[in-house]
Nanobody, 118 residues
Framework: QVQLVESGGGLVPAGGSLSLSCVAS????????MGWYRQAPGKQRELVARITSGGGTKYADSVKGRFTISRDNAKNTVYLHMNSLKPEDTAIYYCYGDVMGPGYYDAWGQGTQVTVSS
């Protein structure tokens, strides 16, 4: 089973920047898609960005032009670089992986808190 561990969350003023990292470890063959979801209090978990093993990306409309997702397959790591942060970006950010191991399954990290102050 794969384990996903996020890091990099914290408190940042509106307009600032923050970068998140997620490292995958354990036994698996590959992670076809990695990404970031977020959940704010009282709201459903939503997709922020996803990236395939080949580098194809998808972003939520609310973060297009501000956030950039990338991955380093050799390090089994996915990143989220967040610029021009807004208070509405405040949420717990969760790392996601579409894992091919024995069979295939979705994996989730424990989450990291991002708080944007105004």
């Amino acid at each position: 089973q794969v384990q996903l561990v996020e890091s990099g969350g914290g408190l940042v003023p509106a307009g600032g920047s923050l970068s998140l990292s997620c490292v995958a470890s354990g036994r698996f063959f590959s992670i076809r898609v990695m990404g970031w979801y977020r959940q704010a209090p009282g709201k459903q978990r939503e997709l922020v960005a996803r990236i395939t093993s080949g580098g194809g990306t998808k972003y939520a409309d609310s973060v297009k032009g501000r956030f950039t997702i990338s991955r380093d397959n050799a390090k089994n790591t996915v990143y989220l670089h967040m610029n021009s942060l807004k208070p509405e970006d405040t949420a717990i950010y969760y790392c996601y992986g579409d894992v091919m191991g024995p069979g295939y399954y979705d994996a989730w990290g424990q989450g990291t808190q991002v708080t944007v102050s105004s």
